[in-house]
């Protein structure tokens, strides 16, 4: 054997030419990827920006369908939606989750009217409208379980009932996705799926979502009894297995990047729809240091989301959705 013939397999060979490239590659982004997580706030033509999250605003209810028709013109399939609830309407028990004409449900009026062709998520916890910032009821310093899933489950129901499309609960209550099924069918919404957040974990990464909500200042404590340990994988797949038994049909990790692990252990494992969240502390994190010129969007913004893909992950919610699909468009 002589040396100049070594090696053999060359695997640069495939990497030489921009259309080889192309051709070889394992995964695809494309803006039928991503869900739109969009912050909605009271008043109209009112845009506030959130100042740890650079490049996001909360968007009053028309500004939101407007935001709306945008991402399905690009062809972002589904609009997440999050509202900044006025401090006087939180209380204790978060009754405003459950008002009718509470932010979110006027905001999922107005854009499954103005945008019937995009899906629209809530997401089911009471965080934004308890005083104390938790995600379920506060009693005795606890956050009581059971109780809290039959307020979830009328929660879920004024959703639908405004014509929300995808129920995502994330409060991490044992045994909420069973309820709610029950609950969903039990009142004619057979249709409307759920995307359990199935392994959310009590994480720090969060930190700029609660300033843009408003729960920030509120929280008492932190969410470590019902949001999942970061030490933590295998009861990831418990979790996940349990959501899927009691009717899931889809299911969410949360955080994102810090948890491609639990993206591809889920998806191999159950080989059901799996998302991951790319959440807010992400973001900031990303645009923070391509504010300070230490990384540059043209190449980051389009690779953190080609990763989740690469993991096994069917979709991402991203607060990048706008910007990526832009790009992979090349606008
Ligand atoms: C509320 C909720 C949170 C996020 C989504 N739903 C915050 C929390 O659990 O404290 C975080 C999203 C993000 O950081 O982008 N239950």
């Known amino acids: 054997m002589s040396n100049a013939r070594f090696p053999t397999t060359r695997l640069r060979r495939n990497r030489r030419t921009p259309w080889s490239r192309k051709l070889v590659a394992e995964n695809t982004l494309s803006p039928a990827d ?4 969009i912050f909605v706030t009271e008043g109209t033509k009112a845009r506030v920006p959130v100042p740890s ?15 709306a028709k945008e991402a399905a013109e690009l062809g972002i399939p589904v609009i997440a939606l999050f509202p900044y609830t006025d401090p006087s309407l939180r209380s204790e028990d978060g009754d405003e989750a459950l008002n009718p004409d509470n932010l979110v449900c006027k905001a999922v009026r107005a854009i499954k009217q103005a945008v019937p062709e995009i899906g629209v998520l809530c997401d089911v916890a009471l965080d934004p409208y308890t005083s104390h910032g938790h995600d379920g009821l506060l009693r005795n310093d606890t956050i009581v379980n059971d109780a809290t899933v039959e307020v979830l489950c009328r929660q879920s129901l004024v959703q639908a009932e405004a014509g929300c499309d995808i129920i995502a609960p994330s409060d991490m209550m044992d045994g909420r996705i069973g309820a709610i099924r029950e609950a969903l069918d039990a009142r004619g919404f057979a249709h409307v799926q759920i995307m359990a957040y199935s392994a959310k974990y009590a994480s720090g990464f969060y930190g700029p979502f609660r300033d843009a909500v408003g729960s ?4 008492k404590g932190d969410k470590r009894t019902y949001q999942m340990d970061p030490a933590n994988g295998d009861e990831a797949l418990r979790e996940a297995e349990l959501d899927i038994a009691e ?8 955080p994102g990047m810090p948890y491609l692990d639990i993206v591809t252990r889920i998806k191999q494992t159950f080989r059901v729809p799996t998302f991951a969240y790319q959440v807010s502390g992400e973001y900031s994190m990303i645009m923070a240091a391509c504010q300070n010129g ?13 990763a989740f893909k690469r993991a096994g992950a069917d979709g991402i919610l991203t607060y990048f959705a706008l910007d990526a699909a832009k790009r992979l468009k090349n606008l």
């Not at 230490?294 to 080609?306: A, G």
Request: proline content about 7%; aromatic content about 6%; glycine content about 6%.
């Open 294 to 306: 230490w990384l540059d969007p043209d190449k980051v913004i389009l690779e953190s989301l080609m």
């Open 216 to 219: 920030t200042g509120a929280l």
């Open 53 to 67: 999250m650079p490049g996001v605003e909360r968007l009053s209810v028309d500004l939101a369908a407007q935001a």
């Open 247 to 254: 009717g899931a049909d889809m299911i969410m990790v949360k």
């Open 34 to 37: 991503f869900i739109w997580p």
